[in-house]
């Protein structure tokens, strides 16, 4: 059962997690809420919310760094065809989020004059913005005060004070309640908390194995005053090997790497005369030497013929890619 905590335990908590994370929050390029940090424009935040989604820190650093460099602005993207966005989002995964990225940066161009807007109604009418990455941006680039709940912020919720293992698997009504009431009502101490409390969840109070005894927030905690129960529920895990998502992935990794229309049939079969030497693909093709190493790796899948069809035929569907004569290409 969740429990409301009195004003007094808030502003206690609130004080005890944003002295941990100005000591142990990660210095991230889009991150504000830290006293040293290195400024980043409202569209860099966006980038990364983007970017974030079901994907860890690790993984986007890399690809956010080098999008920004290119792609400074939303002017700068929207300029752009939509393949070189979906290119240049590499194996982040999810393709459609670099799709729906680049639509955002052209309704920013063309109904707000280049600028990312400020508030969170403006933003979630945006293409590919929901309501959490509403709030995250409004709060995280402009200072708003916002209820940030992500999966993260979720667990920390549920551990600390409904003495859960684990957040409902889908989110709640009383979930967002207790969201609402724990948010300081200072603008610039809300942002803080959101970060602080995201960061707790995704290096100490993490899903699998928590650093409970690093916790700065272990002698409130209902979940560890209970006893650390088991979660009531065991989370589904999303399955890769052998998914049509492993087999759009790879089909998408050879379109980046050819730069230049595939053939359709190097998607559906190993071609006769293929052998380990990218030499073979060239002289089947006449395509570049590079896109061997990703045409290997989708064949060595062993995906049957129909995925195989499934896959492309989706990726058309989905505009990630585009079929002419000449062959496939993003």
Not at 31 to 55: D, K, N, Y
Not at 114 to 127: F, K
Not at 184 to 197: G, H, I, L, M, Y
Request: hydrophobic share 45%; charged share 25%; glycine share 6%.
């Amino acid at each position: 059962m969740t429990t409301y905590p009195s004003d007094s335990l808030k502003r206690k908590t609130a004080q005890l997690i944003e002295d941990w994370f100005l000591a142990a929050g990660r210095d991230l390029p889009w991150r504000t809420a830290l006293p040293h940090s290195r400024g980043c424009s409202p569209w860099g935040i966006m980038v990364s919310e983007f970017m974030l989604q079901q994907t860890p820190v690790v993984r986007v650093l890399p690809v956010w760094e080098a999008w920004m460099k290119r792609w400074p602005t939303p002017a700068d993207l929207a300029a752009e065809p939509v393949s070189e966005a979906v290119r240049a989002w590499g194996r982040l995964g999810y393709p459609r989020r670099a799709q729906r990225l680049h639509a955002a940066a052209v309704a920013i161009v063309e109904k707000h004059d280049g600028a990312v807007p400020d508030t969170r109604e403006a933003l979630q009418a945006l293409p590919g913005v929901g309501t959490y990455t509403s709030a995250a941006i409004a709060a995280f680039a402009f200072g708003r005060r916002e209820s940030v709940v992500d999966t993260n912020i979720r667990r920390v919720h549920a551990r600390l004070f409904t003495g859960s293992a684990l957040p409902a698997p889908a989110f709640t009504a009383a979930e967002a309640r207790l969201a609402e009431q724990l948010l300081p009502e200072d603008r610039a101490e809300s942002v803080t908390w959101n970060a602080a409390v995201m960061e707790l969840g995704a290096l100490v109070c993490t899903a699998r194995s928590p650093k409970c005894e690093e916790c700065p927030l272990a002698a409130e905690c209902a979940w560890l005053a209970a006893g650390r129960p088991e979660p009531e529920y065991t989370p589904k895990g999303q399955s890769w090997h052998g998914t049509d998502r492993q087999v759009r992935g790879a089909m998408m990794a050879v379109l980046r790497e050819a730069g230049a229309p595939v053939p359709r049939e190097l998607f559906l079969a190993r071609p006769a005369g293929w052998d380990a030497d990218p030499a073979s693909v060239d002289l089947i093709w006449g395509g570049p030497d590079g896109v061997f190493r990703t045409l290997d790796a989708l064949h060595r899948l062993q995906a049957p013929t129909d995925q195989l069809e499934r896959c492309l035929a989706g990726l058309l569907k989905d505009r990630l890619a585009t079929e002419s004569d000449a062959g496939v290409t993003l």
